[in-house]
């Protein structure tokens, strides 16, 4: 089972940064993630998410490549690659993998202009190695909503909304 945490930040990069972090930890195997989504508010109040993968351009581009390998089948690869590469984007578009779009503007709503949030899920974690590895961002960020069992929330919550 996937556990959702939502971090809050007073400021924009810091949720880049946790999920650079994040991603480093996940190639040494002390986190696994099913995904991660950043949410931005601007100053004008326009809410971005910024997913880890583009569904859009992976859908374009596998639906470009089955649609040139479909043409070639009818002679004329070309027609077949564009039409193919059309219905992937639209697929991707609307595809919605991990964590519920929706949600993530619901909740960001809430937000003041100019911060961010990352929405984590995660499969599996090494707990201790893992806060160990975000050590820079204790203090900085706030726990907004998890999965997790009570006791497994405060202890999240004391160490990134704690100061060091």
């Given at each position: ?21 994040l ?49 070639m ?17 639209l ?68 160490f ?5």
């Amino acid at each position: 089972m996937s556990n959702l945490i939502v971090v809050s930040f007073p400021e924009e990069h810091l949720a880049f940064e946790l999920r650079a972090a994040l991603v480093n930890m996940q190639k040494e195997y002390l986190i696994e993630m099913e995904d991660v989504v950043i949410v931005t508010k601007d100053a004008a109040g326009k809410v971005k998410l910024h997913q880890a993968v583009n569904l859009t351009a992976l859908g374009a581009a596998s639906g470009g490549f089955w649609g040139l390998l479909i043409g070639m089948l009818f002679l004329n690869p070309l027609l077949g690659a564009a039409v193919g590469a059309g219905a992937g984007a639209l697929s991707g578009r609307f595809t919605d993998l991990g964590i519920n779009d929706e949600f993530m503007k619901d909740l960001a709503e809430h937000f003041q202009p100019g911060c961010s949030a990352i929405f984590i899920l995660v499969k599996k974690a090494t707990p201790d190695k893992v806060l160990a590895g975000l050590e820079q961002f204790k203090g900085k960020g706030k726990v907004i909503q998890t999965s997790l069992t009570k006791d497994e929330e405060q202890g999240l919550r004391d160490f990134l909304e704690t100061q060091p």
